[in-house]
């Protein structure tokens, strides 16, 4: 149940997860790089932001909920931690270049790099990446060099790009200014992984609209489709300054 949990926290990251492993770099300075003029989306800017809510996952059948919190430190550091009937099960601190995950349940815990999610995702996956698709911003290519395709369809801006033999397009409500589906093919095994974004409000103390509702689908071939949705009762930027407390206690068992 852990494991899943887990998984199911690293939503941002899974989101190239149903696609076979290709040579895609693992470090990448994307969110640094200005956004092409072309593109209309407005990211959330911040320098912390916390957000409370519920994860549902639909796993094979198998349906799961826990309580989240997320806290966010821009560009350095993500903290999560996932309750179940009012105990938390997991905790995970993740920075630019370390992954640590604290499994309460098992009292085991992970400390090492994005080799991890790269390895239970079967995808390289970096900060950037889980930081962009946590908060419904744009995400570039992970290649500098890639030069993504813009079109205008009414109030809808599609923008596309190929990325190591995976079709990436993303779908900016140009009212808002704000990514409203992002999705994920890969043509060699048709699988898919669509994001929606829904329920925007708007966040005091920012400009821009946050999404208060992440849904995941994932499709694997003709397999049954594994579903997931994040629902945010309450968002803040920038209210305080956030801790981000993460320790090891005695008697834990690092998992390999």
């Not at 693992?26 to 407005?42: C, D, I, L, Q, Y």
């Not at 009292?107 to 994005?114: K, Q, T």
């Not at 290649?143 to 079109?151: D, F, G, L, M």
């Amino acid at each position: 149940m852990s494991k899943r949990i887990a998984l199911g926290l690293f939503l941002a990251a899974a989101v190239l997860g149903g696609c076979q492993k290709k040579a895609i770099p693992t470090k990448s300075k994307a969110s640094n790089r200005p956004m092409p003029e072309a593109v209309r989306a407005m990211n959330v800017d911040f320098r912390f932001l916390s957000a409370k809510g519920k994860a549902q996952f639909d796993m094979q059948g198998n349906q799961q909920a826990a309580n989240i919190n997320v806290r966010i430190r821009k560009d350095s550091v993500i903290w999560i931690s996932a309750s179940l009937i009012g105990f938390e099960g997991v905790r995970a601190y993740i920075t630019r270049d370390s992954v640590q995950v604290l499994d309460k349940l098992h009292r085991e815990y992970y400390a090492g790099d994005f080799a991890y999610l790269s390895q239970r995702l079967n995808v390289p996956v970096n900060f950037e990446m889980v930081q962009a698709l946590l908060l419904g911003n744009y995400l570039p290519p992970l290649n500098p060099a890639t030069e993504p395709t813009v079109q205008t369809d009414g109030s809808v801006q599609r923008v596309s790009y190929e990325q190591a033999g995976l079709l990436v397009q993303q779908l900016i409500e140009l009212g808002k200014a704000r990514v409203q589906q992002l999705t994920v093919n890969d043509p060699a095994t048709q699988n898919k992984v669509t994001v929606d974004y829904t329920d925007f409000r708007v966040v005091e103390r920012t400009p821009q609209s946050f999404a208060y509702t992440t849904q995941l689908q994932l499709q694997q071939g003709t397999t049954k489709p594994t579903a997931a949705t994040i629902s945010y009762r309450t968002v803040d930027v920038d209210k305080e300054r956030l801790q981000f407390p993460f320790s090891i206690p005695k008697g834990y068992a690092r998992k390999k």
